[in-house]
């Protein structure tokens, strides 16, 4: 999950296209994570030193790690320690972009830096992206303190959709800061509320193209328009997860019901106080709005 956050940094920054993102991502299924990159993104030898190292290996038939250690920049528990990142998928898209070279060594070495300074990454959350743990990545990145009481209801049902994305659509999602709901919300849009011991309005919407897209993974058919069949596959992609967060919530107590599902176009969402969530995935960008009517 790393590789999808750092791939959307390096796009919105303009340093790769989406044609090299799209490239890279697919790429880095077959990579193998090379120790300089493991040891530039963990901040123990810099790009130059990395560049050394595989000059050495040029005249000498020795590994990185020996040579690395006998030049002093790194110990034998570093070099451990690297070694049992290696197996890590968390920087195959830097290799990646490495053996496609897109970027130097010291471009990457500079985008790394700036990428973590920027989003401001804690231990927790790259933990968190490496495992794809929703729960702990939800309350990561999204802030729903305003919401007082409902703050779990939110972080709870995010994640499940996250999940659901992944098993349903194939693709890991990529969330990014939440953002106050407030008033219009733009493309395709189906609508859900969530009625009981408490109310949720739920609602997903996109682009004509990632509403497709949503549409031919979830039904598994060949769609080509938004006609009524990629219509329904959204809306009971929606329903699906909805259903499972009612059966989530009557495993704890709470009993609740799924009113009747509305689809419309750049839907008005002024009875609702809640938020966006943007979504990111290869194929376009989803926003997931959760909240509590305004009764």
């Known amino acids: 999950m790393f590789s999808q956050y750092f791939g959307q940094y390096l796009l919105n920054k303009g340093i790769l296209t989406s044609e090299k993102l799209t490239d890279v991502l697919a ?10 990159i493991l040891a530039i993104n963990a901040g123990m030898m810099s790009a130059a030193q990395v560049e050394e190292v595989h000059e050495l290996q040029r005249k000498k038939d020795k590994r990185f790690g020996e040579i ?11 070099l451990e320690d690297l070694l049992q990142q290696q197996g890590s998928r968390q920087l195959s898209l830097s290799q990646a972009i490495i053996d496609r070279g897109y970027m130097t060594l010291g ?7 700036s ?11 790259l933990d968190a992206m490496e495992a794809v743990d929703f729960d702990k990545l939800v309350r990561s990145f999204l802030d729903f303190s305003a919401a007082g009481g409902l703050s779990e209801t939110y972080y709870d049902y995010v994640a499940l959709i996250l ?38 309005a739920t609602a997903l919407a996109a ?36 259903g499972i ?10 009993e609740l019901n799924l009113e009747p599902q509305s689809m419309t176009s750049s839907p ?28």
């Open 27 to 36: 790429f880095e299924r077959s990579v193998h994570v090379k120790l300089g």
């Open 68 to 78: 690395a250690m006998e030049r002093g920049y790194l110990t034998f528990a570093q």
């Open 107 to 113: 471009e990457l070495e500079a985008a790394l830096d």
């Open 115 to 125: 990428y973590k300074k920027e989003s401001r990454l804690s231990t927790e959350q």
């Open 163 to 200: 999940r659901n994305i992944l098993r349903f659509l194939n693709e890991v999602p990529v969330i990014s800061h939440s953002v106050p709901l407030e008033g219009k919300v733009e493309g395709w849009t189906v609508v859900q509320d969530i009625v009981g011991e408490i109310d949720l």
């Open 207 to 242: 682009d004509d193209t990632a509403f497709l897209e949503i549409a031919r993974r979830y039904s598994q058919e060949n769609l080509n328009e938004i006609d009524e069949l990629a219509k329904d596959s959204v809306a009971e992609f929606l329903n699906l997860v909805n």
């Open 245 to 254: 967060y009612c059966v989530n919530a009557s495993d704890k107590g709470l």
């Open 268 to 295: 008005e969402f002024s009875h609702v106080i809640g938020y966006i969530v943007p979504i990111d995935l290869p194929f376009g960008k989803i926003k997931l709005v959760v909240g509590q009517p305004n009764k």
